[in-house]
């Protein structure tokens, strides 16, 4: 007989969306190159985007270290409970996010503004894979207490104004 677990998995869908976003800023780097591509690259913008690039790279490095070290999201589901405090008092997926905003911070230091739309592409993706997979399965997990967390606490962005 197999043994059901009473737990999420540790990784979720993770892997999955890391590898995603990371390929699709691979591909922008590299298409970015691309003499077609070349009009994107604005003199008046590369400093600015710079900037930007290098904030979305600090915040996401910011989510990921409070997520995975300071709100200790592994014993949270080795234990089975809901992890609600710290970043996820915030967002409700920052590991994922982290991931988001690196990229997107990358993408943007590559100094090229047709990057621009492709937070909403990696905002996409998350919503879609986290929509249809953990999120059905923290509801079956937990009810109506992850209902209440969902109805206070973005999926992706981070707020730093809490839902009452």
Not at 54 to 68: D, P
Not at 120 to 149: A, N, P, R
């Amino acid at each position: 007989m197999k043994r059901q677990k009473n737990h999420l998995s540790l990784y979720g869908i993770g892997p999955i969306y890391g590898a995603l976003v990371i390929a699709i800023t691979l591909a922008g780097l590299v298409c970015g190159k691309l003499p077609a591509l070349s009009f994107g690259k604005l003199s008046c913008t590369k400093i600015p985007l710079a900037v930007i690039g290098v904030i979305f790279i600090l915040l996401g490095v910011l989510m990921w270290v409070q997520a995975v070290f300071v709100s200790k999201l592994d014993n949270g589901i080795k234990n089975n409970r809901l992890v609600k405090s710290g970043i996820y008092s915030h967002v409700r997926n920052p590991i994922y996010s982290a991931i988001m905003f690196i990229c997107y911070g990358v993408l943007l230091i590559a100094g090229n503004i047709i990057f621009i739309p492709l937070f909403f592409v990696f905002w996409l993706l998350l919503s879609v894979l986290v929509k249809h997979t953990e999120e059905k399965w923290l509801l079956d997990l937990y009810g109506e207490e992850y209902l209440e967390y969902c109805n206070k606490v973005n999926r992706a962005i981070p707020s730093l104004m809490k839902k009452s």
